[in-house]
Structures are given as structure tokens and as C-alpha cells.
């Protein structure tokens, strides 16, 4: 087993990894992106975009994480090829860092999610609008978190600039749900899969503010069928967060995926045994 992790990412979720980490006998070393970041005590300082200072730093450890999506998946590719041990794979993590790519999938194992489809011009905009209701959720593929990159349109012109940026975009029904919940489980490479109890997420602001666990009255087997088929299906190792839609005849949407420790996951560091 690795004892040496190296974290990429120098962000509040590599800073809660240390303590943890040390306690279960591992060392952990960070590649933080500035000085001054929350896990500025275990970090080494470099540009996580630069393949030569992400090689550099995968020599100091046995295996390679992070604490953000964003790693460029070349850069984690050529690691790979290299034979370093970064985990979860880039194959994984693509669908964490591609929404377009997540939804392909995500179809594909036939997990629950809304109706939706790939737009590159208005008329597709428009036709999609029209099949649900005049209302829809416009999304970037790549890029956007904490409610960036996701808009509410009703016709194509608002979506006429990110038409004209170039940029992949999705196109979501607009699902009406009762309340956002979120399972987190965990993946190891050999396949032992584990799950936290679901909660349920209040969201301010397109952030997450607030967690109620365990959530009360869900559906805690579907729940759990749902994350335990993605991360499967998707190849996670370590930590998976689905976040799930609750419509108000009880069935559950992926709504978003997250591999990394979570923000609906933080109440496990004092209120777990």
C-alpha cells in the first residue's frame, strides 16, 4: 500500500485529507497552486497546469490525487504512460472534468438523469425548448462549478454568447424537485465499494450551504444503487459524490458528480466514528 500521497490542489479539502491521513499512517505532500493557500503547511508551491512541475512532484510521492477537477488531463495521461500511480485515472476523471462526456456515460450505464442533449446552434436550442416546456438548464461542458457555467434560458438568444464563444455546451430539462440530496461513497482500485449516509444539500447562491444528515425519509437503497452503479461504471477509486435530484414522486436524478472529498461530506469529520 502507498504511504506517501501527493494531493494536487492546495484548497481547504487537501488541508482536511492531512490530519486524517497522518492518523492512518500515511504522509501527505501537496502541490498547492500560491502561497498562502489553506494547505500551505504541506505544500510544495507550482503551476499544476505545467507538466514538468507535475512530474517533478509525482517523483516525491508513490501515488497522485487531488482536491480539484482541473488538472489537465494530458498532463495526468502522460504520468500514466510514464507509470506513475494517479488515482483516480484520467480515464475517470473525465467525466468529472466534462459534463458532456458525464452525461454520454452516464446514459450509456442507465443511471437516472434528466432528459437532455448536446446543442451547437439556436435551432437546436430552440427545438429542445420547445419539447420541454419553453424552459430549460443551459450548461458549459467544461468549467463550471458552485453554479458557474449553468444558466436558466427560455429562448436561444439567451444563450447567444455562449453560442458565439465556441465553447461545448449541454442542454437539461428544467427538473422540479423537492429537495437536492447527495451520496458519497468510496471506491477502492481492486473494487470494495462503501457508502456514507445521504443527506440532503440547501443550496445558496448555486453553493452549497448547508447539510442535513442523515437525510430524512429517502430513499436510502436507491440512493445507494444509483452511486455504486456510476462508481462501477466509471471506474472510480477513492472518494464519489452524487448529487441527486428528489422529485416529488420519489425518483432520483444525477444531477452532478464530484471525485474528491465533497463539501456535502465535511459533517463526517467530527460526526463519523
Known amino acids: 500500500m502507498a504511504k506517501t500521497v501527493g494531493v494536487i490542489g492546495g484548497g481547504q479539502l487537501a488541508r482536511m485529507m492531512i490530519v486524517p491521513a497522518i492518523e492512518l499512517g500515511f504522509e501527505i505532500k501537496v502541490l498547492a497552486e500560491e502561497v498562502g493557500s489553506p494547505a500551505k503547511l ?16 509525482a517523483k516525491t510521492v508513490e501515488v497522485v490525487t487531488f482536491d480539484h477537477e482541473h488538472v489537465p488531463l494530458n498532463i ?15 480515464q475517470a476523471l473525465l467525466f468529472a472534468q466534462n459534463k458532456l462526456a458525464m452525461r454520454k456515460r452516464l446514459s450509456e450505464l442507465g443511471a437516472p438523469i434528466p432528459d437532455w442533449a448536446e ?57 422540479e424537485f423537492v429537495r437536492e440530496l447527495a451520496q458519497l461513497s468510496a471506491r477502492t482500485p481492486s473494487g470494495q465499494w462503501k457508502a456514507w449516509p445521504v443527506v440532503e444539500t440547501i443550496q445558496r447562491g448555486g453553493v452549497c450551504a448547508e447539510v442535513h444528515a442523515p437525510a430524512a425519509n429517502a430513499n436510502l437503497e436507491l440512493a445507494s ?39 456535502s461530506g465535511h459533517f463526517s469529520i467530527e460526526g463519523s466514528v
Do not use: C
Open 42 to 57: 504541506a505544500s510544495t508551491v507550482g503551476d499544476y497546469t505545467d507538466l514538468k512541475t507535475v512530474r517533478e512532484f
Open 76 to 90: 495526468l495521461e502522460t504520468l500514466v504512460a510514464e507509470g506513475f500511480n494517479v488515482q483516480p485515472t484520467p
Open 119 to 175: 446543442v451547437t446552434n439556436s435551432a437546436e436550442i430552440t427545438s429542445f425548448l420547445d419539447a420541454h416546456g419553453g424552459v430549460a438548464i443551459l450548461k458549459t461542458a467544461v468549467g463550471g462549478y458552485d453554479g458557474k457555467g449553468v444558466r436558466v434560458i427560455r429562448s436561444a438568444d439567451d444563450a447567444a454568447d455562449w453560442l458565439n464563444s465556441g465553447k461545448q455546451l449541454l442542454i437539461e430539462e428544467k427538473v
Open 225 to 263: 444503487q444509483i452511486a455504486e452503479k456510476i462508481a462501477t461504471g466509471l471506474s472510480v477509486t477513492g472518494v464519489l459524490a452524487v448529487e441527486l435530484f428528489e422529485t416529488a414522486d420519489g425518483r432520483l436524478l444525477v444531477n452532478e458528480l464530484a471525485m474528491r472529498p465533497h463539501n
